[in-house]
């Protein structure tokens, strides 16, 4: 894992698939996901601007309501099986996760220690941008995801912060 900072983001234009899936469906979900967003979103004269990313909103449990697709340009208003959506902007706690999919829960752990050290509120959902393609990439242990999760400032007590 790389250091973990805080950032102030833009909100980004996004085209996704937004579905409630169980954490096993996951991986065949994104398999299925990426193709059809880019495919709407180039017959809607929209263009890719970044890599694959999705979106959790809530924590992890059984199942996940997840959105998954790609930051876009151009006026994208959605298909009947793509959806416009954004990127939220604002503070947002960024950090990048080396190695594989299946150990980003360690990650996760240690950046919600972190926040917790800063007095930063976590915000309802984070995303996570997938830097590297599996397939062309088979060692796992190089693996690159980016995780961000937008914060606020924890009150004190007192209500002095």
Do not use: C
Request: proline content about 8%; charged content about 20%.
């Amino acid at each position: 894992m790389t250091e973990i900072s805080t950032i102030e983001l833009d909100e980004q234009p996004t085209a996704v698939v937004r579905a409630t899936v169980t954490m096993d469906e996951l991986r065949g979900f994104f398999d299925g996901v990426f193709g059809k967003v880019v495919a709407a979103v180039q017959e809607h004269g929209s263009r890719v601007t970044g890599p694959p990313f999705a979106m959790y909103h809530g924590m992890p449990a059984e199942s996940i309501d997840v959105e998954a697709g790609f930051p876009v340009s151009g006026a994208f208003a959605g298909t009947e099986d793509v959806n416009a959506s954004v990127l939220p902007g604002g503070r947002t706690v960024h950090t990048t996760h080396v190695g594989p999919y299946d150990a980003l829960p360690d990650t996760y752990r240690t950046v919600t220690s972190w926040m917790e050290e800063q007095q930063l509120t976590p915000g309802a959902s984070m995303w996570e941008v997938y830097l590297s393609d599996p397939s062309a990439e088979p060692d796992s242990a190089t693996w690159r995801t980016e995780l961000y999760w937008p914060v606020s400032e924890s009150s004190s007590p007192t209500g002095a912060g």
